[in-house]
């Protein structure tokens, strides 16, 4: 459950900004992933950059393993609920 909320938020949080001269960003909510391209006035070449952040990363799955937490407790909580008025 934990990789999946994890997959979920960074799949979502995918930034394409190179189509309009921007960067690529990966992360939620943090970026660890960060690609950018632009063509330089000065050398007259296109320059590229590209950075990862791994505590970025490791902070990134962190707060998916609090939100995989929260989501089940909160299911047990509206199930549990639910089970009990049907009793009644």
């Not at 320059?47 to 799955?61: K, R, T």
Request: proline share 2%; hydrophobic share 45%.
């Amino acid at each position: 459950m934990i990789l999946i909320v994890f997959v979920i938020c960074n799949a979502f949080s995918y930034h394409n900004g190179m189509a309009y001269d921007g960067d690529d960003t990966i992360g939620f909510p943090f970026s660890f992933y960060k690609k950018s391209v632009g063509f330089s006035l000065i050398t007259k070449t296109m320059q590229e950059s590209e950075s990862f952040y791994p505590w970025h990363l490791f902070y990134n799955f962190l707060f998916a393993v609090v939100l995989a937490i929260v989501l089940e407790k909160l299911y047990y909580f509206v199930i549990r609920k639910r089970s009990s008025k049907t009793t009644k």
